[in-house]
């Protein structure tokens, strides 16, 4: 069944399955996505980084090891970094097992691949462009991706996606590139640069044991570049003690690996 939709900014925070219902399917996996679908979750959070032969896929560590069987596909291969890898020799990899044997056989995801499964889950997407600094003009052929999958078609981009990431130049090329995108800049800049970053982005994402309730109120007495008060989705809060924290904070969002913990956390709100 298609995910509930949940209104976003209006008193309860966004709940954002961080790269998908992680705590319970291998991260950053259609599995994973798929999981936080069948909770009834719309939002999801990604990770994309580059292939050797340039193809985008859905990783957080710029390196296979943690979350795939790689050193036992490719003994030889060491350090085993995703961009030394093509997408075929990627592709073989079992992104599951590492989790749980139940998960076995489970891929990485391209990212065309990934945005079919998030459109065909009817789910709403926070993008992360991961450490861009090591894939120069990945901005450009992710936006390319996103569009061609119908992700930047007007419905799409006005509530469905946000792209965020801990580089402002990356951030900075997205706004500059599609200025219709809702950015996020990952990070817990000083309270005085916050204008600064508000020219680009719609969202400032921190961590969460970075924030206070005057830092959330600093951000919300901001507008971002379109006009709309200046958003805070703060990641990763797995407990029910973090999630009301945030909660009371005020912030718009709360990206997490275990989305029950947080709905049901929040369930007074
Ligand atoms: O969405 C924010 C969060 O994912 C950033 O940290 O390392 O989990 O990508 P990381
Ligand atoms: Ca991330």
Redesign the pocket.
């Known amino acids: 069944a298609p995910a509930t939709p949940q209104a976003a900014h209006h008193g309860r925070p966004l709940v954002v399955a ?2 998908g219902a992680s705590a319970y399917a291998p991260e950053n996996t259609l599995a994973a996505i798929d999981k936080a679908r069948d909770m009834g979750f719309r939002w999801v ?1 990604n ?1 994309v980084q580059r292939t050797k032969d340039g193809e985008l896929v859905i990783m ?1 560590d710029d390196n296979l090891k943690r979350t795939t069987n790689v050193e036992e596909v490719f003994p030889d291969r060491a350090p085993w970094k995703v961009a030394d890898f093509t997408a075929a020799e990627i592709a073989r990899l079992d992104a599951g097992s590492w989790f749980s044997p139940k998960y076995a056989g489970e891929r990485v995801p391209t990212l065309r691949q990934y945005m079919r499964r998030v459109s065909r889950n009817h789910q709403s997407l ?1 993008f ?1 462009f ?1 450490k861009p600094e090591l894939y120069p003009g990945i901005e450009y052929q992710g936006l390319r991706v996103l569009r061609e999958t119908g992700w930047l078609d007007k419905s799409h981009v006005r509530n469905r996606l946000v792209i ?1 990431s801990f580089s402002a130049n990356s951030v900075r090329t997205v706004h500059a590139v599609r200025p219709d995108v809702k950015t996020g800049f ?1 990070g817990t800049p000083p309270v005085a640069d916050l204008p600064a970053y508000a020219r680009f982005s719609d969202q400032i ?1 921190s961590t969460h044991t970075s924030i206070s309730a005057d830092y959330v109120s600093a951000i919300h007495a901001l507008r971002g570049p379109h006009g709309k008060p200046l958003e805070i989705f703060t ?2 809060v797995n407990d029910a003690p973090n999630a009301v924290r945030a909660a009371k904070f005020g912030v718009d969002g709360i ?1 997490t690996n275990a989305p029950d913990v947080v709905r049901r956390a929040l369930r007074g709100f």
Do not use: A, G, Y
């Open positions: 961080h790269r959070e990770d957080h926070v992360e991961k965020q990952l994402n990641w990763t990206i």
